[in-house]
Each structure stands twice: as structure tokens, then as C-alpha cells.
């Protein structure tokens, strides 16, 4: 094949195989000109905004969630958006607070975990 490529050249209907770590990969360029690597802080209203949510993580940003401005009805379709970009692309969605989620994409590691306050029996916090 090496052979070939050298005395025809490369064939133009062979089409270079992108695999996913290089499609997630995050070149210097795209470093310095601040495509990637943002905390995008959102507060949807509607779930319309779902797409932009996975726009970011698409383009390997975190996105930190707040949902107080939606119901209870919104807020699950949205997750359940987000969780199946999450999916696609490998990332992870951790609870931060009440109604607060951070979703991150493969290429960022989040280190360590906030635990939600426990009630005993008799309603006391621990």
C-alpha cells in the first residue's frame, strides 16, 4: 500500500478514520483562541434550551446547572437531555446542590464528591 501511495499517490476516496479520542482532543490552537476548557453557568427556563446545554459540552466545556427557574417536570425532561449527550460523548453529571448539576465532558476529571445532608429519624440533620 506504501508502495502504491508513493508512485499513484494517495487515493482520494480513502477517507481518514477519525477516532474518538482525537475527535475529543483538545489541540493547543484550540487552547489559546478559548474553544474549550470554559465553565459555562446556565439557568434554562425551558427545556428549549436543552440544545445549547449540549452545544457546550459538545465543545468540551463543563456546564454548571442550575434549575431553580424550572419545574420539577422541566427539569427531569432536561436531565434526561443532557444525560444522553453526556452518554454520547462520554462525560459525567454529578449533583452539586439542590436543583444544581455539573456536567462534564471526557476530557475534564472532577476530584472528589459532595454528599447531600442525611435526616435521622427524629428530623435532625447529621
Not at 449540549?54 to 420539577?72: I, P
Request: aromatic letters at 8%.
Amino acid at each position: 500500500m506504501a508502495f502504491k501511495n508513493f508512485i499513484f499517490g494517495k487515493d482520494e476516496d480513502e477517507e481518514k478514520e477519525i477516532t474518538e479520542d482525537e475527535y475529543y482532543t483538545v489541540t493547543a490552537e484550540e487552547v489559546k483562541n478559548g474553544a474549550s476548557n470554559k465553565m459555562i453557568l446556565v439557568e434554562p427556563r425551558a427545556y428549549s434550551e436543552s440544545q445549547a446545554i449540549a452545544d457546550h459540552l459538545k465543545a468540551r466545556n463543563s456546564v454548571v446547572v442550575n434549575f431553580k427557574r424550572v419545574t420539577q417536570d422541566q427539569q427531569r425532561r432536561i436531565i434526561d437531555f443532557i444525560s444522553g449527550t453526556l452518554y454520547a460523548i462520554n462525560g459525567d453529571l454529578q449533583k452539586v446542590g439542590e436543583g444544581i448539576y455539573l456536567c462534564t465532558p471526557k476530557n475534564i476529571d472532577v476530584q472528589g464528591e459532595i454528599t447531600e445532608e442525611i435526616e435521622d429519624n427524629d428530623g435532625e440533620e447529621w
